[in-house]
């Protein structure tokens, strides 16, 4: 496999449900991102991880929790997620040099996420 | 937050025909890029410029990197059906950091065959 792959495609879950989404990065890159795409808002940064530790939060309500167990995966935690959190989930990588964060961001397909 | 002006925000052409969009900011950018979204995907790197005037092309499409640094543009020439999709401007204030990206809200491409 190639490129960046994001599971699952599609979730539906309840307010007081538990789930986490998946990203998988196979470009050999070493930072990894989670991105929050909404309707009629520009694409929003969520978290980066550089080498596993995470180098930005963007005031990320704790609802959501990530997880950089290493350089290639890339988990986003939900739970008692409200219904203004449904959206598309993106996850991206790139190449990151000394503190230089200018190599292009790799996006996978996203997670569809669906709150209710 | 800050945010880009990206306009149009939809287009509707005929095959053949060219497109033209653009980006403009109030704030100075280092790095502009262009992004294609196609339908159930995750936006695909099309074009980086990195300096004033800059002009590139990939295939049919050009963008240019303003010389007031403020904007840039991007056009397709002789458009195909598979040029649908959602195109993203990008720019980034501080060169080598791409975690401080802002991104334009997108311009959805529709091509009638």
């Known amino acids: 496999e190639t490129g960046v792959t994001q599971t699952p495609r599609h979730l539906v879950m309840g307010m007081t449900n538990k789930k986490s989404l998946k990203c998988e990065q196979h470009l050999g890159h070493n930072a990894m991102y989670w991105y929050k795409q909404s309707a009629k808002k520009p694409l929003e940064l969520m978290f980066v991880?550089?080498?596993?530790?995470?180098?930005e939060n963007n005031s990320v309500p704790s609802r959501f929790s990530p997880e950089c167990p290493n350089s290639s995966h890339l988990f986003l935690h939900l739970h008692t997620l409200q219904p203004e959190d449904s959206a598309l989930y993106l996850c991206?990588?790139?190449?990151?040099?000394?503190?230089?964060?200018?190599?292009?961001?790799?996006f996978g397909n996203g997670t569809r996420l669906t709150v209710t | 937050g800050q945010q880009l002006n990206q306009s149009p925000q939809s287009m509707f052409i005929q095959e053949g025909e060219d497109v033209s969009m653009n980006c403009t900011s109030s704030s100075i950018f280092n790095t502009w890029l262009w992004y294609k979204q196609d339908p159930g995907e995750g936006p695909v790197l099309l074009i980086a410029l990195y300096k004033a005037g800059e002009l590139t092309s990939n295939g049919r499409l050009t963008a240019q990197f303003g010389i007031t640094r403020k904007d840039s543009f991007l056009n397709i020439s002789a458009s195909i059906p598979s040029d649908v999709g959602i195109y993203f401007c990008a720019g980034q204030l501080n060169a080598g950091n791409n975690r401080k990206l802002i991104w334009g809200l997108g311009t959805s491409l529709a091509v009638n065959p």
């Open positions: 991206a990588s790139s190449q990151v040099q000394g503190s230089s964060y200018n190599s292009p961001l790799h």
């Open positions: 991880y550089n080498f596993k530790e995470q180098t």
